[in-house]
């Protein structure tokens, strides 16, 4: 079994040990480019030993942005700030891939009225049910996708990862719970996860076959209705198929409904609530991983003292990434490398990070000082 300080080569990707900072939105980018202190957020982390960066989500398209202060790549004009970006990571001698998403349903709004876009008519956020799209928006999507990752590549990154997770587009057109169309990109399992895959087929294509393409999907959803354990595992062999190089495993670790003007919606976490325990997530990582013969990424508490070592010799997973633990403590990945993780500033799980976000920059309630 593989030590947390193992390397692992994936392509041109070369890992100096196994733990990955999880893709997190930091609200701190400025019209959509890197702001100095976003680079310096990302510089300062890349000095603690990390074995890869996942910058966090990036906008394909300005009309489906997740949070108001995200990195964008809908335009060459994004392309020299995020060149900084990238150098600066690379500086630290740590390999760095960028995540690349479109918001579908769960795009965000000022006006809750202006109408937002998903696979069917069913809601994922406040406001009015979303627009089922037409076959030519579908096909567009392909094509921003493509496009983005053909200017993170230009900008210098070692990778692309695709967001499918997270009830953002892809991930909504994966779900039967969001995705009740009854024409070729829904109904039946190859039919949902037909968009996921077209866009990795049409992005391989375009990268050409040695470069990096990560893919972040479920392995898991707490969701009534939602995306199953066994569909996760064909819809990841597919992914792999179609040309993924390396798995990111997350999931939806709680979820409940909300009502906004009479209307139900679906309300989604990435996060393990407070009451399930570190690696909730790692048994249905490693069924997705078992013969996949891909790289797999797990999450989900994975700072925990011996959780990340332990995923690994269980064989769950091959990579470890870890999110909030790394805002509440940013000493974290020289506390685990060295072996002190009982000096670690544990994370309240309070979820702070992710409200401030949604209005602003990142705050945090352990560490103050960020
Ligand atoms: C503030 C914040 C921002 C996040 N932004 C992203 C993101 O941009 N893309 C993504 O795939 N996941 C995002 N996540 C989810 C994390 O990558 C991770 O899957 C989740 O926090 C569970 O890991 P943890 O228990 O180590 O925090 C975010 C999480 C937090 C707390």
Not at 123 to 137: C, D, F, I, S, Y
Not at 206 to 230: I, K, Q, S, W, Y
């Given at each position: 079994m593989p030590r947390l300080t193992d390397p692992l080569e994936v392509k041109s990707l070369k890992l100096r040990n196994r733990l990955v900072m999880a893709p997190m939105v930091t609200g701190l980018a400025i019209d959509h480019s890197p702001s100095k202190a976003q680079i310096a957020w990302y510089t300062e982390h890349a000095k603690k030993g990390l074995g890869l960066v996942i910058v966090e989500s990036c906008g394909i398209d300005p009309n489906a942005i997740i949070m108001p202060n995200m990195l964008g790549i809908w335009d060459d004009r994004f392309i020299p700030g995020l060149t900084h970006l990238s150098s600066a990571?690379?500086?630290?001698?740590?390999?760095?891939?960028?995540?690349?998403?479109?918001?579908?349903?769960?795009?965000?709004?000022?006006?809750?009225?202006?109408?937002?876009?998903?696979?069917?008519?069913?809601?994922?956020?406040?406001?009015?049910?979303?627009?089922?799209?037409?076959?030519?928006?579908?096909?567009?999507?392909?094509?921003?996708?493509?496009?983005?990752?053909?200017?993170?590549?230009?900008?210098?990154?070692?990778?692309?990862?695709?967001?499918?997770?997270?009830?953002?587009?892809?991930?909504?057109?994966?779900?039967?719970?969001?995705?009740?169309?009854?024409?070729?990109?829904?109904?039946?399992?190859?039919?949902?996860?037909?968009?996921?895959?077209?866009?990795?087929?049409?992005?391989?294509?375009?990268?050409?076959?040695?470069?990096?393409?990560?893919?972040?999907?479920?392995?898991?959803?707490?969701?009534?209705?939602?995306?199953?354990?066994?569909?996760?595992?064909?819809?990841?062999?597919?992914?792999?198929?179609?040309?993924?190089?390396?798995?990111?495993?997350?999931?939806?670790?709680?979820?409940?409904?909300?009502?906004?003007?009479?209307?139900a919606y679906l309300n989604t976490s990435s996060v393990l609530p407070k009451s399930m325990p570190p690696g909730t997530f790692a048994p249905y990582t490693e069924r997705i991983r078992t013969g996949l013969g891909v790289p797999v990424i797990a999450v989900g508490k994975m700072a925990e003292k011996g959780v990340a070592q332990q995923v690994l010799d269980r064989d769950q997973a091959d990579l470890i990434a870890i999110a909030r633990q790394l805002i509440a403590d940013p000493e974290t990945i020289v506390k685990i490398l060295s072996g002190r993780?009982?000096?670690?500033?544990?994370?309240?799980?309070?979820?702070?990070?992710?409200?401030?976000?949604?209005?602003?920059?990142?705050?945090?309630?352990?560490?103050?000082?960020?």
């Amino acid at each position: 079994m593989p030590r947390l300080t193992d390397p692992l080569e994936v392509k041109s990707l070369k890992l100096r040990n196994r733990l990955v900072m999880a893709p997190m939105v930091t609200g701190l980018a400025i019209d959509h480019s890197p702001s100095k202190a976003q680079i310096a957020w990302y510089t300062e982390h890349a000095k603690k030993g990390l074995g890869l960066v996942i910058v966090e989500s990036c906008g394909i398209d300005p009309n489906a942005i997740i949070m108001p202060n995200m990195l964008g790549i809908w335009d060459d004009r994004f392309i020299p700030g995020l060149t900084h970006l990238s150098s600066a990571i690379h500086a630290e001698g740590v390999p760095v891939v960028l995540q690349i998403v479109h918001g579908g349903a769960r795009s965000i709004r000022e006006d809750l009225r202006v109408e937002r876009l998903g696979p069917s008519n069913i809601p994922v956020l406040p406001g009015p049910a979303p627009r089922p799209m037409t076959e030519n928006e579908i096909l567009e999507v392909i094509q921003s996708f493509v496009k983005a990752a053909l200017r993170a590549k230009q900008a210098g990154f070692d990778g692309v990862e695709i967001h499918a997770a997270h009830y953002y587009l892809l991930s909504e057109f994966l779900s039967p719970y969001t995705n009740r169309r009854i024409d070729a990109w829904g109904g039946s399992l190859e039919n949902r996860a037909r968009l996921s895959i077209e866009v990795v087929k049409a992005v391989r294509e375009a990268v050409g076959p040695d470069f990096p393409l990560f893919c972040r999907m479920h392995a898991v959803e707490f969701v009534e209705g939602g995306l199953d354990e066994n569909d996760s595992r064909l819809i990841a062999k597919a992914l792999m198929e179609a040309g993924v190089d390396i798995l990111n495993a997350s999931g939806v670790g709680q979820s409940s409904k909300g009502e906004w003007e009479g209307q139900a919606y679906l309300n989604t976490s990435s996060v393990l609530p407070k009451s399930m325990p570190p690696g909730t997530f790692a048994p249905y990582t490693e069924r997705i991983r078992t013969g996949l013969g891909v790289p797999v990424i797990a999450v989900g508490k994975m700072a925990e003292k011996g959780v990340a070592q332990q995923v690994l010799d269980r064989d769950q997973a091959d990579l470890i990434a870890i999110a909030r633990q790394l805002i509440a403590d940013p000493e974290t990945i020289v506390k685990i490398l060295s072996g002190r993780e009982d000096e670690i500033t544990r994370c309240k799980e309070c979820l702070a990070c992710f409200a401030a976000i949604r209005k602003g920059a990142i705050k945090c309630s352990v560490n103050t000082e960020l």
